[in-house]
């Protein structure tokens, strides 16, 4: 049995590895994404995007996005592309250290999660949306696993 246990051990840090990739390429599009408006009318460019997707721009999200794409000005462009180039680092070495099991990245992991927990509890408590309780979940279950074997010195058979 013990076996088992570090297999699936090792599958689902491999698995959040994956899901932290995955947020940093997101970021890194989106950064592009960013950087891509300089020199255009941020405004419009998310307006013809949203009607584009065939969202309805007076719905939560779009109109949170447009408003955003409306604050924008010339001289955020570059440091909003360097944030979301931050982040997107950080996330790519959280998941090559989650791919090679190593502890500091579990410690990572966890401490990233648990930061995100608060806001998404205010986030509920505004609007309960399926999105949101999946999110608190999944970020619970992350911190929840992490700090397990952080804490109790599992050893993952690779």
Do not use: C
């Amino acid at each position: 049995m013990p076996f088992r246990i570090a297999n699936a051990a090792s599958k689902t840090l491999r698995t959040v590895a994956l899901l932290e990739a995955f947020k940093g390429a997101v970021v890194l599009l989106a950064g592009f994404g960013v950087l891509s408006l300089a020199h255009h009318d941020a405004q419009r460019v998310a307006e013809q995007l949203v009607a584009h997707s065939h969202l309805n721009p007076a719905s939560r999200y779009p109109r949170i996005f447009l408003d955003l794409a409306g604050q924008i000005t010339e001289p955020q462009i570059p440091l909003i592309a360097a944030g979301a180039g931050l982040y997107v680092f950080v996330r790519f070495i959280e998941a090559y250290g989650l791919w090679h099991y190593q502890k500091w990245a579990q410690w990572v992991s966890a401490a990233s999660g648990a930061i995100y927990v608060p806001f998404e509890l205010l986030e509920l408590r505004e609007h309960v949306t399926w999105l949101g309780l999946a999110a608190l979940a999944l970020n619970v279950l992350v911190v929840i696993f992490m700090l397990h074997f952080v804490l109790h010195g599992k050893e993952i058979v690779k």
